[in-house]
């Protein structure tokens, strides 16, 4: 049988009814309830004798039926006129953005209900909740959104359900299905300082303890592995290693790298065959490449193949060699510029590239033949279902990031795309374990003239099919490809203060016009907007905090006890509140 969610009016009754609107615009509503009784982004529903219709409060504006009494202060008149003026002559109305529907079919006593829940029950028909294609006549009443709403659109905690927040007027849970959010790219979005590290952080735990998805996350400021100061509160919070230090497993880059301040579990380094000609052009903009070093690249491709790398940092850049009779000097036949005459390639060119490329080549993480293959053993650890975290330590370069994350992430992928073909091709009995692969400072990675380049661009275009899947952390997503952001499912964002980001995150989405105004309006900590494919509709939410009681909570210390519901109180939301 199709259950139907318990009405559940905790609140004191109806906010008022509806008075006009459209599909495409909105609702409009007649407050019956003072103004500041109701805040832009509660979570409303309008109820019909067939329908149930879900949405968020817009916008507020005040009207009056005549202008004169809404320009002229009403305190020098009797109390009782004042109460009549009120409500009736001057009023309130309210925008209700209406995006699901649930039919709740025929009346009880009417015939036709037992054949329309026959067909729900043999899943011929949908009853929702499903997209809105129509609207309330006038007059429906509209009500605040109970806690059993809540969960029928969002679910309730257990299995793969996390509770990510809470709606930010009631309190109510609201959860985030982790299994349907992998499925697709996502992205987690906020101005500096909005608290996004500690988002992801909690998103990343969510993962974790459910167990719907192996985690790599690039650590570009050691900020997700080991403990961590909260330089809000100046308090010390669990890295994910403590939280599950059998399930997480952290490298560092270079061999005796630190953590931070903590030893790693693994060493990563980097062999110089890993390098392809495009990961050097990825940094071309830091290296100063031109367009004569990308033809002295492809050169020294043919002439080396995947060995590119180590000969040419193995020649000699100012070798040369004396003919004894005529003692005219010419390149040596180890000299770079040797090489360049073979190749038929321009010698000041090629001596030049070698002086760009050689510090990269010298750094700590690059060698010629490793004693292990790190990218392997990262391979084996993420395909046991164990999540790696990759500290970049005291590698915060940006061009470091760029190559090393390219480079993993390229082999990572390529290992997932053989494994999903063995698996299509029957030649395996298992698919490939979903794979999540954190990136943060996402545009330096994902922006126009650089997604087509690297290895995060294709995965955000193409890999949903092959179980790899992105969340690109950012605080700049205008800088973002826009077809990447097009790509991306969930979305969670806090506080954009720039209207090109606000453009950007909601690109693409239905009711984004209704939208803009509860994004710019966010408060700066703690609430943020969830949208996108992983969720049934958006809603803004006051985020759960990374903090000593959420760490008790994945360790499955439960607060509070195990069978006990407690409600996010106003006591809670004070608290939280920076």
Not at 216 to 237: A, K, W
Not at 439 to 460: C, D, M, N, W, Y
Request: charged share 25%.
């Amino acid at each position: 049988m199709f259950d139907l969610p318990q009405d559940t009016q905790e609140t004191t009754g109806p906010l008022g009814y509806i008075v006009g609107g459209s599909l495409k615009s909105g609702l409009r509503v007649r407050l019956t309830v003072p103004a500041d009784a109701v805040q832009e982004g509660g979570f409303v529903v309008c109820e019909t004798p067939r329908y149930r219709y879900y949405g968020l409060v817009t916008d507020l504006q005040l009207g009056s039926t005549d202008p004169r009494f809404a320009d002229e202060k009403s305190d020098r008149l009797p109390a009782a006129i004042q109460g009549a003026l009120y409500g009736k002559t001057l009023y309130t109305t309210l925008e209700m953005y209406s995006t699901l529907l649930l039919d709740l079919g025929p009346d009880l006593t009417d015939p036709a209900r037992a054949e329309w829940q026959a067909r729900v029950d043999a899943g011929e028909e949908n009853p929702g909740p499903k997209p809105v294609k129509t609207v309330p006549a006038h007059h429906a009443p509209v009500r605040p959104a109970g806690e059993a709403d809540v969960a029928a659109i969002f679910g309730e905690e257990g299995d793969k359900n996390f509770v990510i927040g809470h709606t930010i007027e009631q309190g109510y849970p609201v959860c985030l299905d982790l299994e349907r959010f992998v499925k697709r790219s996502s992205g987690i979005f906020g101005a500096t300082g909005t608290g996004k590290s500690f988002l992801t952080r909690m998103v990343l735990a969510g993962l974790m303890q459910t167990a719907v998805a192996a985690a790599l996350v690039f650590d570009m400021h050691n900020e997700y592995g080991f403990d961590d100061q909260d330089s809000d509160r100046g308090t010390r919070v669990d890295g994910l290693k403590t939280l599950f230090h059998l399930k997480v497993d952290v490298g560092a880059l270079g061999s005796g790298s630190m953590a931070g301040s903590n030893r790693p579990d693994f060493d990563v380094v980097l062999a110089a065959d890993d390098f392809t000609i495009e990961d050097i052009l990825l940094i071309g903009e830091k290296l100063n490449l031109t367009e004569t070093s990308a033809a002295t690249l492809s050169a020294l491709e043919r002439s080396f193949g995947n060995k590119w790398f180590s000969k040419f940092i193995a020649m000699d850049p100012t070798a040369e060699e004396i003919d004894p009779e005529t003692a005219k000097k010419s390149p040596a036949p180890n000299s770079v510029a040797f090489w360049a005459r073979q190749a038929n390639v321009h010698e000041e060119a090629a001596k030049g590239l070698y002086r760009r490329l050689k510090p990269i080549y010298d750094k700590p993480y690059i060698v010629e033949k490793p004693a292990v293959d790190a990218v392997a053993e990262m391979v084996n650890r993420l395909e046991k279902g164990r999540h790696v975290i990759l500290s970049f330590g005291r590698f915060e370069a940006e061009e470091d990031y760029l190559l090393v994350s390219n480079i993993l992430t390229r082999r990572i992928r390529d290992r997932w795309v053989k494994s999903t073909e063995a698996f299509k091709s029957g030649m395996s009995v298992t698919s490939p374990r979903p794979l999540v692969i954190v990136v943060e400072e996402a545009h330096k990675l994902l922006s126009p003239g650089v997604s087509r380049q690297t290895a995060f661009g294709t995965i955000a275009r193409e890999m949903r099919k092959y179980n790899v899947t992105l969340l690109i952390v950012d605080q700049r997503p205008s800088g973002i490809d826009d077809e990447v952001m097009s790509q991306l499912g969930t979305r969670v964002t806090g506080w954009l203060g720039d209207e090109d980001d606000i453009r950007a995150v909601l690109s693409g989405l239905a009711g984004r016009d209704q939208l803009r105004g509860m994004l710019a309006r966010l408060q700066e900590k703690e609430e943020v907007l969830l949208l996108g494919w992983g969720v049934k509709m958006p809603i803004p939410i006051r985020s759960r905090r990374y903090d000593k009681r959420f760490s008790d909570e994945m360790r499955r210390r439960a607060v509070p006890a195990a069978g006990e519901t407690r409600r996010y109180t106003l006591d809670d939301a004070n608290r939280d509140l920076f």
